[in-house]
């Protein structure tokens, strides 16, 4: 196949994934229908098989540009050929049979379980997440144990707050689109239980925790070593949570790429002496695979584990061939399987983030380690885990950006305290695992786990306590993403070419950053919007400009949770700091643009009436919003965009909208 090696000779899944790649990002933009590109394709192949063996250089040109086209038309094509998921109707409630995925963690309400359910009126079984109440709770229910329920599951919804995380699409890339609330006396354990490969590694795993727990009485480290070493987040405190992320350390609480490497160099460390000749080296990749499976087994094949395990079963097949550049190709080679296997897995943050760190440290690394020549082992250690953090950083840092709107400025100075102890902690945790039916001696090992825990966090908490360390506030959009991206391209390849266009093109990429810039400021000051949020007390958002004021009949301060949804808006909007102002039925107020007077606001064209009669029977938390033409304006236009399931009635002509249901974008005519 002449074509086929001439296109694909040196790196051929660099090249195949990446088209593939830019054919599913295409889809989203390309209306056509999917038979219509189906052939498109069927008649590109037919071609190439028409002159696959004509021997001419501007005929082999022809097909090499006619194969990459198929390629990326594949990937257009390829989201399409799974059918959408038909979502069952739970109008009522109704019997069903469930089994418990996961063992029940402790929340500060409720109990929280994924369950399997099913019953005669569902195609296939349903994955569901459970919230168990705390009254009368039984709490031997473990992974496994078969309930029957009498219930009616919900959709998963959003709170409808702007700028929030998505938490409804992660669960729906997680297979499961619908909750359900159980207190006393809606389900009842039948004695029955599940058996398979998925239940049993669960189960494996609550065996694993239960051993720690005997050892390790103090929450926060246990939690953070069952984290670590498991993949159990379920028992972290969200404090916890928030100086791990404060601090760039994050990414430890997710078993993923990481934990699988270090557990690939532990491996590689403890069965080298394998390598000895031909069969020995095969032995040697064969029992390096094993144990990687195995490791995944034990943290229950959480999906980041199990792509991490894909990423490094296709490193050690791609070293066995022995074939040069194989750490490119093998790397998009699990990109690909991953994605032949759901498309869906590009939507995954942690898939986005794992990829680009690995890329990150295999191409800049390298370059960045070599700037200093240094001969001291301890010292060529540290800069080697500098130069490891800051490539990953590089590489990662406009997607951190443009999820999280933070950036931890510390981050290199946390991976001094958290590599190396993670790395201690994994071995150590292993070894107690496997010497825990000696009792003193796991005794010894698990408060020695215990200790070293402690010093980790005492670190992260003294680094996150610096006033320095984190950056919050930072908003950039999609465009101004992939611009990054490809500023970086363009700096790593004129690093490795020495070519001034690449350069010119990461100059002139960053002025295009810039424009789009200075055109998201100048809407920040034409900006004129009302948004009521979804919060169990009165919160109007006026905003003109970047002038805003916060009106609210809360009793006491705002709840931390609220004041984290009014950064998010005041970040993305760019807005100066909120005047909030208390509201109570006789408080009058007058500012250069805004009244509150009656129970009444008057602002930037627009009236807001808080109703306080029975006359159309409104709930406590509904307002009337009438727009009206303003003194300098003979007209209004208001554009109102619905955030959740809106609940609008209407009543004489007027609009009746529940808070958290929109916010309205004022605009002139």
């Known amino acids: 196949m002449p074509v086929l090696g001439n296109v694909f000779q040196k790196i051929p899944f660099i090249r195949i994934t990446s088209l593939f790649l830019a054919g599913i990002l295409l889809s989203d933009f390309l209306n056509f229908a999917s038979l219509w590109i189906g052939v498109l394709l069927f008649l590109l192949i037919s071609v190439l098989i028409f002159g696959w063996r004509r021997n001419n250089y501007t005929l082999h040109r022809i097909q090499n540009a006619l194969i990459s086209v198929c390629v990326v038309l594949s990937g257009v094509i390829y989201p399409h050929s799974f059918p959408e998921k038909l979502q069952p109707g739970f109008e009522n409630k109704d019997y069903f049979l469930a089994e418990v995925c996961q063992k029940p963690a402790e929340k500060a309400k409720t109990f929280q379980t994924i369950l399997r359910i099913r019953n005669k009126t569902l195609i296939h079984p349903e994955m569901v997440t459970a919230f168990f109440s705390k009254e009368n709770f039984d ?90 070493t498991l993949g159990y987040r379920s ?242 959009n999609l465009p101004q993403v992939y611009v990054l991206f490809g500023c970086i391209s363009a700096i790593i390849i004129f690093l490795y070419s020495k070519k001034k266009v690449w350069l010119y093109a990461t100059l002139t990429l960053l002025l295009l950053f810039q424009t789009i810039e200075l055109q998201e400021k100048g809407k920040v000051y034409n900006q004129n919007s009302i948004w009521i949020y979804n919060t169990k007390s009165l919160m109007i958002h006026l905003i003109n400009g970047r002038n805003n004021y916060l009106v609210t009949n809360a009793s006491e301060k705002l709840s931390e949770t609220e004041l984290k949804m009014l950064e998010r808006v005041c970040s993305h909007r760019k807005l100066d700091k909120t005047l909030v102002i208390p509201y109570e039925p006789s408080r009058s107020v007058k500012l250069r643009d805004l009244i509150l007077k009656d129970n009444c606001l008057e602002f930037a064209n627009s009236r807001i009436r808080l109703i306080s009669s029975n006359k159309y029977r409104p709930k406590p938390d509904q307002i009337e919003l009438t727009i009206f033409p303003g003194k300098t304006h003979a007209k209004s236009l208001t554009r109102i965009i619905c955030l959740r399931k809106p609940g609008l009635t209407k009543t004489k002509g007027t609009d009746m909208i529940q808070k958290g249901a929109f916010y309205a974008d004022l605009r002139r005519e």
């Open 235 to 476: 028992e972290i405190d969200q404090e916890t949570l928030n100086y791990f992320a404060s601090t760039g350390a994050m990414h430890v609480l997710s078993v993923s790429g990481l934990h699988v490497a270090l557990i690939y160099f532990i491996l590689g460390f403890l069965f080298s002496f394998l390598k000895r000749g031909k069969t020995g080296s095969v032995i040697f990749y064969i029992v390096m695979i094993l144990f990687l499976w195995i490791y995944a087994f034990l943290t229950g094949f959480s999906p980041a584990v199990q792509r991490a395990t894909v990423m490094f079963t296709f490193v050690i097949l791609g070293n066995s061939l022995r074939r040069p550049v194989n750490i490119y190709n093998s790397l998009t080679a699990s990109v690909l399987f991953l994605i032949l296997l759901s498309p869906n897995v590009l939507l995954d943050i942690g898939f986005q983030l794992s990829y680009l760190a690995v890329l990150g440290i295999v191409i800049i690394q390298p370059a960045l380690n070599g700037l200093l020549e240094i001969t001291n082992p301890f010292l060529k250690w540290c800069w080697s885990l500098f130069t490891v953090s800051v490539a990953a950083q590089i590489i990662t840092f406009p997607l951190c950006i443009f999820y999280f709107n933070q950036f931890p400025n510390f981050f290199w100075l946390s991976s001094y305290a958290v590599i190396p102890i993670t790395t201690l902690i994994i071995w150590l945790t292993m070894a107690f695992f496997v010497i825990s039916p000696i009792h003193g001696f796991a005794l010894f090992i698990g408060m020695l786990i215990q200790k070293i825990t402690y010093v980790m966090l005492y670190l992260l908490k003294a680094i996150d306590a610096s006033p320095l360390a984190l950056t919050k506030g930072i908003v950039i």
């Open 139 to 228: 709490s031997t229910i473990t992974t496994g144990d078969q309930l029957a329920l009498f219930a009616r599951p919900q959709e998963i919804s959003n709170p409808g707050n702007p700028f929030e995380i998505d938490y409804r699409k992660i669960m729906h890339q997680r297979g499961i689109w619908f909750s359900v609330y159980l207190d006393k006396g809606t389900y009842l354990k039948t004695g029955h239980h599940s058996y398979g490969l998925m239940v049993l590694a669960e189960k494996t795993r609550d065996r694993l925790i239960t051993l720690l727990t005997t050892v390790m009485p103090q929450r926060e480290e246990r939690s953070v070593v069952s984290a670590l």
